[in-house]
């Protein structure tokens, strides 16, 4: 057994969406994670039918995506190929598992530090609403909360029907961008052209909670009265067909986050549950894409946001509410470690 050294930069950005993809994109420059995505796009993607869709979902991510071709030195179209997340070549094996209660949220992102930005962004655009999440592709989030209150993180299922469309990770950035309720992010996944087939965990303020179960072709929505697990398949019964074909690992994990709704864990409990790493929800298999890369949880009534990367020590711990009127918070980066063994070393 070994271990490597793991870290997540914490950026805080406030102004102009140009001028944020702009300090992201200098950030990143020559980073290895932007070489990973240049090796994976496409060398052409139909610029007119994603600044199309952009315009349609979120036009304020155009500038920042002309902010990030400038910040990375990119032409405009190889930085939208490397980082739209429109038209992008197929992905396989992530794992992701989230609870979602009328009062917190909290989830884990399992797949390989080879394929992680290793940026976690708190931003304040002068055109949308302010989020924080976990950047990938840059523009993109596994998952976050906004200045609404509203959440959001992302499950593969399956590349069943794969097409030409959006990713999952761009559609949760225009969710929070553009959304102030569950209701309003249902509305927006119906719309938004999907790629292929993922799960998306939501909840609000409110203590309004959903799993939007999207396709290429269809997209179905599982709801809630006080308490959702979602992992990586589809339950609703026109979806299921679209599953992979084991399913094993995504059942095992949904009947223990069902067995945690008997436990009644207060908001801080179940992050501990799921960050800790003797618990059946956190992974290390990275050499196969299903190690745990991160916990992120949102309590929605006290606005206080918690996460923790792999086997982190000091976590981020903040009143978000507080960090969109002003209050810049004092991390500026994640440490923790990934574990392997030889066989599975990411």
């Known amino acids: 057994m070994g271990f490597e050294k793991f ?22 420059k020559n980073h290895p994670i932007v070489i990973t995505f240049e090796k994976m796009a496409k060398q052409e ?16 991510l155009l ?18 190929a490397i980082l739209s997340g429109y038209d992008m070549p197929k992905v396989e094996a992530m794992g992701c598992s989230a609870v ?30 302010a989020s924080a999440g976990y950047n990938l592709q840059l523009i993109g989030r596994h998952d976050g909360v906004n200045s609404k209150g509203l959440v959001v993180g992302l499950h593969f299922v399956s590349n069943d029907s794969y097409k030409e469309g959006i990713s999952a990770w761009t559609a949760i950035r225009m969710v929070l961008d553009s959304c102030a309720s569950t209701d309003e992010a ?49 339950l609703i019964n026109e979806l299921k067909e679209k599953n992979r074909k084991h399913i094993e690992h995504s059942i095992r994990r949904s009947a223990y986050i069902a067995y945690l709704e008997e436990q009644s864990l207060t908001a801080y409990q179940m992050f501990n549950e799921f960050s800790n790493r003797q618990s059946p929800l956190f ?18 009534t006290n606005a206080r946001l918690q996460t923790k990367i792999a086997q982190g020590i000091r976590g ?12 810049n918070i004092e991390y500026a980066d994640l440490k923790g470690k990934i574990e392997f063994d030889a066989k599975s070393k990411p």
Not at 208 to 234: M, Q, T, W
């Open 7 to 28: 870290s997540v930069e914490v950026l805080q950005i406030r102004g102009r969406s140009y001028d944020i993809g702009v300090q992201i994109g200098e950030k990143m």
């Open 45 to 60: 993607i139909n610029i007119k039918n994603m600044k199309a869709i952009y315009a349609d979902f979120a036009p304020h």
């Open 63 to 80: 500038d920042e995506l002309e902010g990030l071709s400038e910040g990375l030195k990119l032409p405009f179209h190889r930085a939208a």
């Open 100 to 129: 979602i209660t009328k009062d917190y949220y909290v989830r884990n992102y399992d797949f390989s530090p080879r394929f992680y930005d290793h940026l976690f962004s708190f931003i304040q655009p002068e055109e949308c609403h």
């Open 186 to 234: 249902i509305v927006m996944l119906k719309e938004i052209p999907h790629a292929a087939c993922y799960n998306f965990s939501i909840g609000d303020k409110g203590g309004d909670i959903a799993v939007v179960e999207a396709s290429p072709d269809k997209v179905a929505i599982r709801r809630g009265d006080h308490y959702l697990a979602c992992v990586n398949h589809f």
């Open 283 to 300: 992974f290390t298999e990275y050499g196969d894409l299903f190690g745990t890369m991160h916990t992120f949880a949102y309590s929605f």
């Open 316 to 327: 981020i711990d903040v009143n978000f509410d507080e960090w969109v009127n002003g209050k």
